[in-house]
Nanobody
Framework: QVQLVESGGGSVQAGGSLRLSCTASGYTISNNCIAWFRQAPGKEREGVAS??????TYATSVKGRFTIAPNLEENTVFLQMKSLQPEDTALYLC?????????????????WGQGTQVTVSS
């Protein structure tokens, strides 16, 4: 059974940093695509970053500020976030199980974690 567990969220001031973790069980992240999404209240789920065998993809809104990277020993994918802004406030979720590719489209992913909340104050 595939399970994804996110952690590392919290409350920070604008300009601050956080590192989110997505740890998989029942599933090996090696050679598979893992993606991070976020969802703010009243808004659609938005793709943030993904990593797979062909490399990484970032949303324009986070490029240069967020970095996605794996730790294969821990079967974990990290999302390092810096220069956070209030508009980054959202529930952050990781996903996997794409049979199409490694895009930032939520419809592509079969397995989701419960999410970790990130709140950025001005």
């Amino acid at each position: 059974q595939v399970q994804l567990v996110e952690s590392g969220g919290g409350s920070v001031q604008a300009g601050g940093s956080l590192r989110l973790s997505c740890t998989a069980s029942g599933y090996t992240i090696s050679n598979n695509c893992i993606a991070w999404f976020r969802q703010a209240p009243g808004k659609e789920r938005e793709g943030v970053a993904s990593i797979g065998i062909r490399g990484t993809t970032y949303a324009t809104s986070v490029k240069g500020r967020f970095t996605i990277a794996p730790n294969l020993e821990e079967n974990t994918v990290f999302l390092q976030m810096k220069s956070l802004q209030p508009e980054d406030t959202a529930l952050y979720l990781c996903a996997t199980g794409s049979t199409v590719g490694c895009s930032l489209s939520a419809d592509e992913y079969a397995y989701w974690g419960q999410g970790t909340q990130v709140t950025v104050s001005s």
